[in-house]
């Protein structure tokens, strides 16, 4: 099927219009009908019934041609291009079956025509509204205007702009929209009316009657709170209040104090009628998380007041769960190799704990996973976390909500106690425990701010029998061989792997997000952090365990083991800023490019030279510079030796305080509907690397002119690792499952190599779920 003479819309947007539909064919490549072949293969019955029926199953059946659809076709595409502004367009169809065979192609002719323009807009029966109303309603016009005079403000010129019988339309439901929010709230569709003259040949002028209808003030507010549906209902009365304007009645036995409603509550009677407010008053009750039913509907009008009900049903107050969960990582303990993993666990929840929107969540979580390239067991952990959420910000930021104008707010407290091993290293995290107490803060649909008033960490790791052989001896070196033999370096992996440390950070970040984070294919989402770490062990250091001195770390608690200096935790000051930036283009109907820029840099500052060492940058694997495995790309142009070859290369066991990276994919859809899932082939390059900040020891020995793994804007882009590759990606309804291969095309610890220093020979494969970025 063809278009032909239409150079104003995509043929995308003329096929959606149609009901002829060809065959689907490979790229879009006209004969290759690869689903058609399917079908007619399985239809000869060569391979037997069962496999004919797959195969006609995963095909498609011939497209017949229709030439009464074909006609309604021609019809409804003349109807669009009058809808869009060529009023005397012209559409033809022609039906060609000279290809022989059964074959037949189908071509729609389309004479556009001249086109219409928008010349002059009014707006009428709005007079009552003075002059910044109209202003402000005339300004926020779909119908641009080119310049708007003070004293007429509702009648205009229109900037160039076609003629759209869609664009009218969508203006209608902008007055709606901005006139319920100005008070009318009986205003409907049939209020406004459009007409629409011919002023020449190309222009057409516009008035729009609008009817408004009265403005209305809230009226009194009544909340009906009934308990969840099916439960039996205890004997007693419900329970009732009223101070003349707002009123509630809860079904006896519902556990919820009227001070939630207050809460969420943005309409207030005697106040002008606004339907944002009504709208975020249903957003805010459902929020807090205990309502499994919200309405709001409003009553016959008193005068000016409209009153308005309430309705609202709790959840089962009452929940467990259990949940099955596929894990992919490195490990809590980092690692070496990359992971796929599996776990169990088991929850519970109480929905409004205190009858004022508490929600508080117990859970116990057991996982096991498998390094992808031994295929054995590399890890195991376990999990026991408790949260408490409140569905409004905790003292004494609880009038900031009001002052701020959130859209939403909550604040999470949460305590956990994790213990891990690492069966392929020999370590064993006997326990890390976590307390947050965070505060998140909705400032639009899109928009979001979270603070972490306290995040403090307590990590005891310990080794097992056969550590040195597996681990101290593959990384610090034996036997003459010393893959780290930098005495610096060799003390720093001692301590960030075998020595207890405590961790607290205050931190700020923000969101701002408009994204599907399953498909990942229009919008985007911005994030940045701010965070400062360490202070409160210094306090406690300088001040409590030992007067006007400072240690670098703090007394171990009591069931830490005592070994040497492991009686004690260490604790690192820092400065830590981290910026992510992904932004998704929809340029066809089948094809997205997917850009991200990652940046981070973390500064120590006191008397600590690194920062702690899960606060560090990596870089390499499979969400971030493919062609390296799992942290194995840097510091800058240095590399660690693995010890199995000669300049093989092992995983970056230090970090880095600088990080860059920057990722650019292109997906497209090049089969959709095909054993339930779309399958997408993708194109990607990545570009980054992590380095040494100014006050990280680095290496202590080194030959001259060696790099050194510091961060030098002279230097910084000749040390970009660049890795590039293709994969495909299959996307159900609920799942998102790829497949990378990845090579490195520049390689900053071999320039000498030059670009493709491995050519296709040594890919890295990966295996995850979801997209990449």
């Not at 004494?396 to 009001?402: A, S």
């Not at 205050?506 to 202070?535: C, H, K, M, W």
């Not at 240690?551 to 200096?565: A, I, K, M, N, Q």
Request: with cysteine.
């Amino acid at each position: 099927m063809h278009f032909q003479g239409s150079r104003y819309f995509s043929e995308a947007t003329l096929a959606s219009r149609t009901r002829t539909t060809p065959n689907r064919a490979v790229f879009d490549i006209r004969g290759l009908t690869w689903w058609l072949w399917l079908h007619q293969l399985g239809a000869r019955g060569t391979f037997g019934t069962r496999i004919g029926r797959a195969l006609m199953a995963s095909g498609e059946p011939p497209a017949w041609l229709d030439s009464a659809v074909v006609a309604a076709d021609a019809d409804q595409l003349r109807s669009f291009f009058v809808q869009e502004g060529f009023r005397d367009a012209r559409v033809a169809a022609r039906i060609d079956t000279t290809r022989g065979g059964r074959r037949a192609a189908v071509t729609f002719a389309i004479e556009p025509g001249p086109v219409s323009y928008f010349r002059q807009v009014r707006y009428e029966g709005l007079d009552h509204l003075d002059m910044a109303q109209q202003r402000a309603l005339a300004e926020a016009s779909l119908l641009t205007p080119r310049t708007l005079h003070d004293s007429t403000p509702l009648e205009y010129q229109v900037a160039s702009l076609r003629f759209s019988e869609p664009l009218l339309v969508d203006e209608r439901r902008r007055l709606l929209a901005d006139l319920r929010d100005a008070g009318y709230a009986t205003i409907t569709r049939d209020s406004i009316t459009a007409f629409v003259t011919q002023h020449s040949a190309d222009s057409l002028d516009v008035v729009i009657r609008i009817r408004t209808g009265p403005r209305y003030l809230y009226g009194s507010i009544h909340f009906s709170v009934e308990g969840p549906p099916g439960r039996s209902r205890p004997s007693g009365s419900a329970r009732s209040a009223s101070d003349s304007l707002v009123s509630y009645r809860m079904e006896s036995g519902v556990r919820l104090t009227p001070g939630l409603l207050m809460h969420a509550l943005r309409m207030h009677p005697g106040a002008p009628y606004r339907l944002s407010e009504v709208q975020q008053t249903k957003q805010r009750l459902e929020a807090t998380g205990i309502f499994s039913f919200t309405d709001i509907s409003p009553g016959a009008p008193a005068g000016a007041a409209l009153p308005h009900r309430i309705t609202v049903r709790t959840r089962p107050r009452h929940q467990f769960g259990t949940h099955i969960f596929a894990l992919q990582s490195s490990g809590v303990l980092g690692g070496v190799g990359s992971e796929l993993g599996a776990g169990l666990g088991i929850s519970y929840e109480n929905v409004n704990l205190f009858g004022s929107g508490e929600l508080i969540r117990v859970s116990s979580t057991v996982s096991i996973a498998v390094d992808i390239d031994s295929t054995v067991f590399s890890s195991s952990q376990g999990e026991v976390s408790a949260s408490l959420t409140l569905p409004y910000l905790a003292a004494p930021f609880h009038d900031l909500e009001d002052r701020a104008g959130l859209y939403q707010a909550r604040t999470r407290a949460t305590l956990s106690l994790l213990t891990a091993r690492r069966e392929d290293l020999r370590l064993l995290l006997r326990g890390r425990g976590t307390a947050r107490i965070r505060l998140e803060m909705q400032h639009t649909p899109t928009v979001a701010s979270f603070v972490d008033l306290l995040d403090i960490s307590l990590s005891n790791p310990d080794t097992l029998r056969g550590f040195k052989a597996r681990f101290l001896d593959r990384i610090l070196g034996a036997n003459g061989t010393l893959p780290v033999s930098d005495p610096v370096q060799r003390a720093q992996v001692l301590e960030d792997y075998t020595h207890p440390q405590i961790n607290n950070a205050l931190r700020y970040t923000f969101q701002s997000e408009r994204v599907n984070p399953l498909r990942r294919d229009q919008g985007y989402s911005y994030e940045a952090a701010i965070e400062i770490g360490g202070n409160l062990p210094y306090l406690l250091d300088r001040y409590v365990f030992s007067a006007q001195t400072v240690e670098g770390s703090l007394p171990g608690l009591s069931f830490f083991r005592s070994r040497g200096t492991r009686d004690r935790m260490n604790y690192r000051q820092y400065v830590r800023l981290v910026a992510d930036l992904r932004h998704y283009f929809r340029f066809h109907t089948s094809s997205v490019l997917a850009l991200k820029a990652v940046g981070g840099w973390a500064q120590p500052v006191g008397q600590a030279d690194v920062v702690p060492f899960f606060r560090r940058f990596f870089s390499g694997g499979a969400s971030s510079v493919r062609g390296w495995h799992l942290r194995q790309l840097g510091p800058g142009a240095t590399s660690f030796s693995s010890g199995a070859a000669p300049g093989a290369d092992a995983t970056n066991i230090l970090g880095g305080d600088i990080k860059m990276e920057f990722s650019a994919e292109l997906r497209h859809t090049a089969l959709d509907h095909t054993l339930g899932a779309a399958w997408i082939l993708a194109a990607f390059a990545d570009v980054g690397n992590v380095w040494f900040g100014p006050r990280n020891p680095g290496f202590a020995s080194l030959e001259p002119g060696a790099p050194d793994g510091h961060f030098r804007f002279g230097t910084f882009l000749q040390e970009m690792g660049i890795g590039s590759g293709v994969g495909v990606r299959f996307s159900w309804p609920y799942l998102v499952a790829r497949f990378d291969i990845a090579c490195r095309a520049w390689d900053p610890a071999r320039p000498e190599a030059g670009w493709w220093p491995t050519g296709l020979r040594e890919p890295v494969a990966y295996f995850r779920f979801g997209h990449a970025f």
